[in-house]
């Protein structure tokens, strides 16, 4: 029976991921910030909930420790805890600066530290990387930090090949563009009474995040993406990086067709 730890699994894709694995057989290392909220997972017996919050490297440590004591082999850490700000650079707090890069890009590292060791004495292992169609695109107006984020990600799963492919770990990124979830409706972005300039482009977006949240855009459901990342853990799919979902179809054939300062006007134009 194999195991593969998660990280991010109290809401959404993390959570459909766990209850996905599990049914499939697999032993699941489910971790969250708060489990003692947990219930559902809980209920499963090939889910062990984990206590978690990703941007701190003990607390990884400990969880790594934790899974590898109640299962003896981990065989796949999926990395999906996640985290997106939008808004303007000028206008973001300092801390959710720090917070975005903490939970996107410095979580994922305290997470792939945590394993190193035992992926080496195992001589295997594969780590999974959640990233995005704004990995490698950009794509929607006031994205910077979470695209700077996404882009770091994917620099930093396609720099660890070459220093890990030795000790037969493999490295995977899968591609999501939008999914349904609650994603949109906890995004609130920042204002200021003394700065106004940005008020246009808020306006743009807010008007996009309503059209989401009333579903007039489509948008993939988090089981098509959980099965994608499943094909590519049991190694029934075996590319380095996944797209999944029409939008990222659309948008990466929309920018590979064209310049990028073509490309840009014509993402800003979709937003008037």
């Known amino acids: 029976m194999k195991t593969v730890f998660i990280t991010g699994t109290s809401t959404g894709l993390g959570r459909a991921a766990a209850l996905h694995f599990a049914n499939q057989g697999w032993q699941v290392a489910a971790t969250m910030r708060s489990p003692e909220k947990e219930t559902e997972l809980q209920k499963n017996p090939n889910i062990r909930v984990i206590s978690l919050d990703v941007t701190d490297p003990a607390q990884a440590q400990r969880a790594a420790a934790t899974a590898i004591g109640a299962f003896g082999k981990i065989d796949v850490v999926l990395n999906n805890a996640g985290h997106g700000i939008y808004g303007a650079l000028e206008l973001v707090s300092e801390e959710s600066i720090d917070h975005q890069y903490a939970v996107n890009v410095r979580g994922v590292i305290n997470v792939i530290r945590a394993?190193?060791?035992?992926?080496?004495?195992?001589?295997?292992?594969?780590?999974?990387?959640?990233?995005?169609?704004m990995g490698f695109l950009s794509a929607v107006p006031l994205g910077s930090l979470y695209n700077m984020s996404k882009f770091a990600l994917e620099g930093l799963t396609e720099g660890l090949y070459y220093e890990l492919k030795p000790f037969n770990i493999h490295l995977r990124l899968v591609q999501p563009g939008g999914f349904a979830s609650d994603f949109t409706n906890k995004i609130n972005l920042p204002t200021s009474d003394t700065i106004r300039d940005y008020d246009v482009v808020n306006a743009r977006l807010n008007k996009v995040f309503d059209a989401v949240k009333n579903k007039k855009f489509p948008l993939t459901q988090p089981q098509d993406i959980v099965e994608q990342i499943y094909a590519v853990a049991t190694g029934a799919n075996q590319e380095f990086r996944t797209p999944v979902g029409q939008d990222t179809a659309a948008m990466t054939a929309m920018r590979n067709s064209m310049p990028l300062a073509e490309y840009l006007e014509k993402v800003d134009a979709m937003y008037a």
Do not use: E
């Open 115 to 133: 394993f190193l060791p035992h992926f080496r004495a195992n001589n295997g292992g594969m780590f999974i990387n959640i990233s995005s169609y």
